[in-house]
């Protein structure tokens, strides 16, 4: 161990993030609820993490592709219907899917049971359209297709058009 090491103060303001079980962004869209763990602000916009609750019989986002970041998800519980391009996959606890940018993806839960997820965006672009669409629904109007596709729209994302 270097002096400096041995001699250095903790910082004033610790680079470690710890995000408790009643901490973090909640984010309600729907029959969703998102608790963002990392928004980004903390990895130098590398990496955000959130949690999403998915209700019984939730029906996601419509099927998309983002231009510039990864999406990761992790299963905590229950099942979640990944639908990429026009395959189907049924992801239970403990199962990881990773999407990359220009892959068509939308999920859903199809089950009687709540599932839970986590995710991952590197970088962190894409957890900003998640608050537009809470601001959306905070100022009264419709979650149109049209809204979602605008907001979509802001952060390299478009709808999967192409697809039959």
């Given at each position: ?28 869209l729907g ?45 905590l519980s ?12 049924d992801a ?73």
């Amino acid at each position: 161990m270097t002096e400096d090491a041995k001699t250095s103060k903790a910082q004033a303001d610790p680079a470690v993030s710890v995000v408790g079980p009643g901490d973090g962004e909640t984010i309600i869209l729907g029959t969703t609820r998102m608790r963002v763990l990392e928004d980004g602000s903390r990895t130098g916009h590398r990496l955000a993490i959130a949690e999403s609750v998915l209700a019984p019989h939730t029906q996601g986002p419509p099927q998309h592709r983002h231009a510039r970041h990864d999406e990761g998800f992790y299963i905590l519980s229950g099942t979640v219907r990944f639908t990429v391009g026009n395959e189907d996959y049924d992801a239970t606890t403990g199962t990881l899917v990773m999407v990359p940018p220009g892959t068509p993806h939308t999920f859903a839960n199809p089950t009687g049971q709540p599932a839970v997820m986590l995710s991952t965006f590197t970088p962190d672009l894409y957890v900003q359209y998640f608050r537009d669409l809470q601001d959306v629904l905070a100022d009264g109007r419709p979650l149109t297709p049209q809204a979602n596709i605008d907001a979509m729209s802001r952060y390299a994302t478009e709808p999967a058009t192409d697809l039959d």
